[in-house]
């Protein structure tokens, strides 16, 4: 039994990587998403962007305490129409003219207007208030470090998905499945391969894509890696046999991706791959349970940024360990090696 | 010698369609039993069903007397009509993989040898010819040392050096002592390879035997064939068949002398005729008839 197994498992693997094209895909389209996404949003999103009504082209921080501001851009404009255009486009959060007769704009409906024009408000008070201040210390969690969880959970469900439910379609229209059938290889013999096979192949792609992210980008790492790696293991292991009931009887390729995509889409807006759905209503928060890869994002996240323990993350081990044993026995129970 | 395989009243139903309608026959050990038919005359489906890959309706299959079960899967191989393997593989790797899902192993360089695939080992599937990839199918067939294997149209689409190439692979197989189930529709083939066959059409077996007592059977004597644009005269006298779309008539005969003068006041051009020994494709037009099959 063994033998046949790993007969199989060393041939998928074989196949997969000497598959250059895709085998490079497969590595450097989630490290270039990586890249282009934390560049786009390396800049401080929470900056606010204030236009200063004057002639000069530079900004004077003298001119005006609220000039000496944190977190504010301050941008000259030397055209009133220009700028106004913008603050009811919230291109601008404020605008605002010093001198003589000192006025700004604000667009109501903007919530960083809002803040900016307290700010500016602020400046020019002498009140002292009568709260007490204390400082928390600590670097901020920069997007690519709440992104890297996201896109290696992504690159692992759709290469589990498709890197399993897909081949085996095509296995199965080719007729290699039917070969596979006369011969003793069972079954449970033929999804332990695959499911060990494709997990080997994640495993090294997800562990390249991390060091070469974490190198480069200095993502933060906060928990254990071998928490995280037995997250990565277990969400492999949970996607791949989804991968198999989807393909269990499917042998139209056409047919499968249809489906493969029917369960990607769903799963990648709402398990939080791109953004959190902590302000996300109730139910949709709760359906998102459905889905392994919530389950895979929420655990990895918590040891990456929060240093979560084993025990912290066993609730989502154990979701997604039923949810395997589920996965596998229907398909197991469902799988067809040729057409109906 | 025992008889090592048989099938036993096997039907397949489809929606709307009997595939294979009730077929029964028996292979002994150590022969090349041959099943014989048109495109679509049901012969891949009653062999698939053999082999396990598929399911009957209703029907058994007996491998030395027991159902056809684990021990079956261990002995057989198979090479099917139309098999893909797995890309980016070699040759040596196509084989390794398979010989290690059986317990029954034969020796790799053996295969090898047999099937002429020393120079090829390192060849990646993909880039391999039609005849290469036959022989490497054939391969795949043998690494259990199979008592029984099944060969499924082999040579379809291959050139005439690869087919007779083939064809002393399947001999030599064959005088090793297996046993051998060919299906083919190159009667020219199942002549040169089978011992007994078995002619199918519309899902039945119409005729079964060696191919010489099958013959013996059908006709009685030679065939004299001549081009019909050579007759000049009516040959309602002499019983005849005529072949519009070969543009050529057949007379069956045991007495050429006697046909040939009662023919010859009718033929313009008696360089054309041809006398020949009737062979397993006239048996098979015979039987299935000359019409093209959709």
């Known amino acids: ?340 | 010698m025992p008889i090592a395989l048989e099938a036993r009243n096997i039907v397949k139903h489809y929606p709307g369609v009997i595939a294979v309608d009730d077929v029964s026959f028996s292979v002994r050990e150590g022969i090349c039993f041959g099943l014989l038919g048109p495109n679509g005359a049901g012969k891949t489906t009653t062999v698939e069903i053999i082999e396990g890959v598929t399911s009957a309706t209703s029907g058994e299959v007996f491998y030395y007397g027991e159902i056809a079960g684990q021990r079956f899967k261990q002995e057989a191989g198979i090479q099917f009509q139309n098999t893909a393997l797995q890309d980016y593989i070699t040759v040596r790797e196509t084989i390794e993989m398979f010989r290690t899902l059986y317990t029954r192993q034969a020796n790799i360089d053996d295969i090898i040898e047999q099937c002429s695939l020393r120079d090829l080992l390192d060849r990646d599937n993909r880039k391999l010819s039609g005849g290469q990839r036959q022989r490497l199918l054939l391969a795949v067939a043998l690494v259990n040392r199979p008592r029984l294997i099944f060969l499924d149209e082999p040579t379809t689409g291959l050139d005439p050096q690869a087919r007779r190439n083939f064809w002393d692979l399947v001999q030599s197989i064959r005088a090793a002592g297996s046993t051998i189930l060919l299906t083919t529709h190159y009667m020219d083939e199942a002549q040169v390879l089978c011992d007994e066959i078995a002619i199918m059409d519309s899902g039945k077996i119409m005729t079964q035997g060696s191919p010489e007592e099958l013959l013996r059977k059908q006709y009685e004597g030679l065939i004299i064939e001549l081009p019909i644009s050579d007759l000049t005269g009516d040959l309602s006298g002499i019983e005849h068949t005529v072949y519009d779309n070969l543009g050529i008539i057949e007379v069956v005969t045991t007495d050429v002398s006697r046909s040939l003068q009662q023919l010859s006041p009718h033929v313009s051009d008696l360089n054309q005729i041809k006398i020949r020994q009737p062979n397993l494709e006239d048996l098979f037009l015979d039987l299935t008839g000359h019409t093209l099959r959709a």
């Open chain 1, 1 to 340: 039994m063994w033998n046949r197994i790993y007969a199989i498992f060393q041939a998928r693997n074989r196949e997969f990587l000497r598959d250059r094209a895709s085998l490079s895909w497969n590595l450097i389209l989630p490290i270039a998403l990586m890249f282009g996404l934390s560049f786009a949003f390396s800049n401080d999103r929470d900056a606010y962007t204030v236009g200063i009504l004057q002639s000069a082209e530079e900004i004077m921080v003298d001119d005006h305490p609220f000039l000496e501001t944190q977190y504010i851009n301050f941008v000259a404009y030397d055209d009133l129409d220009t700028a106004m255009r913008k603050v009811a486009r919230h291109q601008l959060d404020l605008l605002v003219e010093f001198g003589d007769g000192a006025r700004y704009w604000i667009n109501p409906e903007s919530p960083k207007g809002y803040f900016a024009e307290i700010a500016l408000l602020q400046s020019e008070s002498t009140v002292a208030l009568n709260i007490e201040k204390q400082q928390i210390s600590g670097d901020a969690v920069g997007y690519a470090d709440w992104l890297l969880p996201g896109i290696l959970g992504m690159n692992m469900m759709f290469s589990c998905l498709f890197g399993v439910g897909y081949v085996v379609v095509r296995y199965r229209k080719n007729g290699f499945l039917k070969r596979l059938r006369a011969t003793p290889l069972t079954p449970i013999e033929f999804i332990a391969a695959q499911v060990a096979s494709r997990m080997v192949l994640i495993l090294m792609i997800s562990t390249f894509i991390y060091t070469g992210t974490h190198l480069l980008l200095d993502t933060r790492m906060e928990g254990s890696y071998f928490t995280l790696f037995l997250i990565a293991i277990v969400g492999a292991i949970s996607l791949v046999s989804l991968g198999l009931v989807v393909s269990a009887r499917v042998t139209s390729e056409e047919l499968a991706g249809g489906l493969l995509n029917l369960i990607n889409w769903p799963m990648m807006m709402l398990s939080g791959v791109w953004f959190s759905l902590e302000g996300a209503p109730e139910a949709v928060r709760t359906a998102a349970n459905v889905f392994p890869l919530t389950h895979i994002l929420d655990a990895a996240r918590a040891v990456m940024l929060d240093g979560a323990t084993l025990a912290d993350v066993s609730p989502a081990l154990i979701a997604l360990t039923i949810m395997s044993a589920i996965f596998l026995a229907l398909g197991a129970r469902i799988f067809r090696w040729g057409p109906m």
